[in-house]
């Protein structure tokens, strides 16, 4: 989401002179937009502003001068703290507030303001879109932002605010212009994405389901993602979604956060293991080749190993296709920060590096299944090696392909012949005249 916002930020800054540049040393204007979910990345915000001040007193102030903006996360929930540790930073502004960027670049008074959100996702989106820059194949569109769900341990419904659904008709007419500039893949996002839910011009409602069912009919869209689920929200015409349209992907990334039922309570998940069960089976049954996905927080407070095996125990069961998974961060102002009985370090550290074996096993077992089969791949750039091209299969996997040119934005049929834990590799599948297959 933090990649979408960015882009947004440039088309809300592009009518007022500004453009992308490679480099800080190059730039007039750095915004760092950051994330706080866990303890690690808001201190990298702080360690990165540190190399910024370097270059910015380098400069010569009246002729070469460097504004520092501090967006996202971090800015909103540690506004103040950013001033007092880095007082060379001009502007820090909240997630929902990057549409008034121009005005907070044009006020003299930017130093003493944090532009806070609203809460209100609403104002930001719908902004133009740049329409004369091109869109890579494979695009994000955010339908929805915030939170109401206050799971114990996560920043997102303090920094993100409530939960806000974007008008399915301004949606479509986003994803129409990403199409028209060449995108044939879009991922739809939202910290609950399945939750998804607005009112049409007619007065009906729309969920994530019946969104898909629209986007599904726009001509060359080839590929729809969406991501991030929540198990209490997989609705019947979502996997109504995943049985009949192909143009759905295979893959759902559905966060269950622990296998134990203690630790969910504890967690404010308002669901079981069992439940979370029962949602794959659902899924599996709705499309039966579909890849699994998943979030786990190791060393919640309170988590026992016994509730850490009930974690191994789920993830035995479920077989997951790819995983991410974390040390439990305690995060200011979450209920979970300050519950007793936190887990030590080392604990923490000995369960990850357990958990993460196993999913390792498990994303290199699932590769393998690819051996000798062809899949369809959308290639979407450049690889590391001279001729070859990367894309991704419909289960999500990065595919390497020797291919020219001319295919990159094309849909492909490639034999696989090689697996590693993070990708796939192969060869295009020819037709008797040696011609590539592809599909667009
Ligand atoms: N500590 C560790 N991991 C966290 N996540 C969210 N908050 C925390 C935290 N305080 C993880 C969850 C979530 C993912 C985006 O980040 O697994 O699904
Ligand atoms: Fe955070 Fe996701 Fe829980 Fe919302 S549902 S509070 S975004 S972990």
Redesign the pocket.
């Known amino acids: 989401m933090n990649v979408y916002d960015s882009a947004r930020m440039a088309d809300v800054l592009a009518p007022h002179g500004y453009r992308s540049v490679g480099s800080p040393d190059d730039a007039d204007l750095v915004i760092l937009n950051t994330c706080h979910?866990?303890e690690k990345a808001a201190e990298k915000v702080y360690s990165e502003l540190g190399r910024l001040r370097k270059i910015k007193t380098a400069r010569d102030k009246n002729l070469n001068p460097m504004l520092i903006a501090v967006g996202g996360c971090v800015a909103q929930a540690e506004g103040e703290e950013i001033w007092a540790r880095a007082p060379w930073v001009d502007i820090v502004f909240g997630p929902q507030t990057y549409h008034r960027l121009p005005e907070m670049l044009a006020s003299s008074q930017r130093k003493e303001a944090v532009f806070h959100a609203e809460f209100s996702a609403e104002q930001k989106f719908d902004l133009p879109l740049q329409i004369n820059t091109s869109a890579s194949t494979s695009e994000y569109l955010t339908i929805q932002e915030g939170c109401n769900k206050f799971?114990t341990?996560?920043?997102v419904p303090y920094t993100r605010g409530e939960e806000f659904s974007r008008p399915s008709r301004n949606i479509l007419r986003e994803a129409s212009q990403l199409i028209a500039r060449g995108a044939r893949e879009v991922t739809l996002l939202g910290q609950n994405v399945n939750a998804y839910l607005s009112i049409d011009e007619y007065g009906s409602k729309i969920s994530l389901g019946e969104l898909l069912f629209q986007l599904a009919e726009l001509p060359n869209l080839e590929r729809i993602r969406y991501t991030?689920s929540h198990p209490r929200d997989m609705h019947k015409e979502l996997l109504d979604a995943h049985r009949q349209l192909p143009e759905v992907m295979p893959y759902v990334h559905l966060?269950v956060?622990s296998g134990s039922n203690s630790v969910l309570t504890d967690m404010n998940r308002r669901h079981t293991a069992d439940d979370y069960r029962h949602a794959i089976d659902q899924l599996r049954t709705a499309r039966p080749d579909i890849a699994i996905s998943s979030?786990?927080?190791v060393g919640f407070p309170g988590e026992s190993e016994a509730d850490f095996l009930d974690t191994l125990t789920l993830v035995r069961e479920v077989e997951y296709a790819q995983a991410?998974s974390?040390?439990?961060?305690?995060?200011p102002g979450?209920p979970?920060a300050i519950m007793r009985k936190q887990v030590s370090e080392d604990e923490k550290k000995a369960r990850l590096a357990e958990l993460q074996n196993l999913l390792r096993q498990q994303q290199i077992s699932f590769n393998k299944k690819f051996i000798g089969k062809t899949v369809s791949v959308l290639l979407e750039r450049h690889g590391r090696h001279n001729g070859q091209l990367v894309g991704r299969s419909p289960h999500m996997q990065m595919v390497h392909v020797n291919a020219s040119d001319s295919l990159l934005g094309k849909l492909v049929q490639v034999n696989i012949d090689g697996v590693d834990k993070n990708s796939l590799s192969g060869h295009l599948f020819t037709d008797k005249f040696q011609q590539p297959k592809v599909t667009n």
Do not use: L, N
């Not at 974390?326 to 995060?331: E, H």
């Open positions: 979910i866990r799971c341990f996560c920043v991030t966060p956060q979030d786990f927080i991410y974390f040390k439990y961060s305690a995060r979450t979970a």
